[in-house]
Nanobody, 114 residues
């Protein structure tokens, strides 16, 4: 059974920073992709992903402000979020893809407001 445990959400002022963490446990395998998605009212959208080989993909709206990184031996993915904007407010979900399966974390709320 695969589990994803997220942490690091909260309330921050516009222009501030937060760092999200997601630790995976269980039968993960060595070839996989981990990443972050977010959901405001509406559909869930990609924020950033990183493969186990280090290939990254970012949403255009976060390029230059957010940075994804991974601790491969500890199966952990991080999302450093800088220059946060009110429109970044959402529930952020960690996702692990081990083709053909995928798994979601429980979500962590990020609120950007003054």
């Amino acid at each position: 059974q695969v589990q994803l445990v997220e942490s690091g959400g909260g309330l921050v002022q516009p222009g501030g920073s937060l760092r999200l963490s997601c630790a995976a446990s269980g039968r993960i395998g060595s070839v996989n992709t981990m990443g972050w998605y977010r959901q405001a009212p509406g559909k869930r959208e990609l924020v950033a992903t990183m493969t186990s080989r280090g290939v990254t993909n970012y949403a255009d709206s976060v390029k230059g402000r957010f940075a994804i990184s991974r601790d491969i031996p500890n199966n952990t993915v991080y999302l450093q979020m800088n220059s946060l904007k009110p429109e970044d407010t959402a529930v952020y979900y960690c996702k692990l893809i081990v083709v053909p399966d995928y798994y979601w974390g429980q979500g962590t709320q990020v609120t950007v407001s003054s």
